[in-house]
Structures are given as C-alpha cells and as structure tokens.
T-cell receptor, first 114, second 111 residues
Framework: EAQVTQNPRYLITVTGKKLTVTCSQN?????MSWYRQDPGLGLRQIYY???????DKGDVPEGYKVSRKEKRNFPLILESPSPNQTSLYFC?????????????FGPGTRLTVL | GQQLNQSPQSMFIQEGEDVSMNCTSS?????WLWYKQDPGEGPVLLIA?????ELTSNGRLTAQFGITRKDSFLNISASIPSDVGIYFC???????????FGAGTRLTVKP
C-alpha cells in the first residue's frame, strides 16, 4: 500500500532532550517535507527536500534539523526541544511534476514538550 | 512567509445544506488545492486545480481556480455527517515547491 509513515505517533518529552521523528515513504517521491499544525495557524512548512542530499528551509525552520540521506526517508530532528515546539507534526511527499502537486501526508506525530 | 487567507474559520450547518468556503491571497499562485483532514489523521487531497478559471467537480464537491490566480473556492452540496472535518486550501507558485496553506475551515454538520 502506497503510504507515508511517521514514528512515533505520540511523544511526550522534556525540554532539552534530543529527539527524532522518522518519516518514510514508499512511493519513490523526490519531494518530501515537514509541517507543523497549530490551532488557528493551519499547516506551516518547517523544511523540505527536493531530492537526496538537497534540503531547504520552509517558513518555520528554527529549532529543527532534517537530513535526506536516502530517497525514502526524511527524519526531523529536534536537538534541544522547547515547549513552543509542542505541536502536531506532519510529513508529506510528492512527485516533482508540474501537474502533480498532490502531497501525500503521513498520519501525524503529536509532540508535547514539558 | 505568507499564508493564505481562508474563510470562514468554522461553520455549523444542518445536514442537507450547501457549504461554501474560500481562500484568497495577495499574490499569484500557479496551483490551488483543497484538502480535508479527519480527526487524528493527515490531510487528504480532495481537488487539485492547475489552470486559471478551471472549475472541477468531485462528487458533491466543486472547486474553482480564480481567474486572477489569487483566489479559489470550494463548494459542498447536500452536506452529510461524514463531511465533518477541517478543510484546507493550499497553493504553490510556479517553479516553487513551497506549498502554502490556509488556516482551515472547521465544518460541523448537525444531523
């Protein structure tokens, strides 16, 4: 089944404790991205990647890192999480074709930083 | 970065009623998309629009790409309880893979 998977789905952690949220897609998509969703703000892009070893900042990259060592994986790293990073995070992927802008989203990771 | 202006923020309607929501921007977008998010899940694409003026239907859903390229609307006809959820508009600019989202419209349908 074609899908985007994220792990973990739920995470409660404390300020300053490094964490990684994994994202994997099995659709051979070139493009992958991370979003955070906060009430009243919709989805805001954190980072995106147009191919292996190519990453770029989105709207709200501060406090986050990403890597794209393989086409299928795009982990999100929080080196020193803070409470303002408590949010719902979504990974998404798509093909890089002008007429195929549909992004496929993962199920989300709800992160709480205490 | 600029987000899209989506309205209304929320809607409470009776089953069977029609629904309309829209998205505007001060700049031009090359693609407009409408997503729906069910509770506890990621957004799922409903309709994608690639051409100014394009009007596209998907069952009871109809969406249009504004002729100015700065707006789009989504209509849902004869709403049913499973239409409940959050609807997001999204847009991308030409040669730019940075997708922008509206803040969402939360739809509640009363049986």
């Amino acid at each position: 089944e074609a899908q985007v998977t994220q792990n973990p789905r739920y995470l409660i952690t404390v300020t300053g404790k490094k964490l990684t949220v994994t994202c994997s897609q099995n659709m051979n998509h070139e493009y992958m991205s991370w979003y955070r969703q906060d009430p009243g703000l919709g989805l805001r892009q954190i980072y995106y990647s147009m191919n292996v070893e190519v990453t770029d900042k989105g709207d709200v990259p501060e406090g986050y890192k990403v890597s794209r060592k393989e086409k299928r994986n795009f982990p999100l790293i929080l080196e020193s999480p803070s409470p303002n990073q408590t949010s719902l995070y979504f990974c998404a992927s798509k093909f890089l074709v002008a007429t195929m802008d549909e992004q496929f989203f993962g199920p989300g990771t709800r992160l709480t930083v205490l | 970065g600029q987000q899209l202006n989506q309205s209304p923020q929320s809607m409470f309607i009776q089953e069977g009623e029609d629904v309309s929501m829209n998205c505007t921007s001060s700049s031009i977008f090359n693609t407009w998309l409408w997503y729906k998010q069910d509770p506890g899940e990621g957004p799922v694409l409903l309709i994608a629009l690639y051409k100014a003026g394009e009007l596209t239907s998907n069952g009871r859903l109809t969406a249009q790409f504004g002729i100015t390229r700065k707006d789009s609307f989504l209509n849902i006809s004869a709403s049913i309880p499973s239409d409940v959820g959050i609807y997001f508009c999204a847009g991308t600019k030409y040669n730019n893979n940075d997708m922008r989202f509206g803040a969402g419209t939360r739809l509640t349908v009363k049986p």
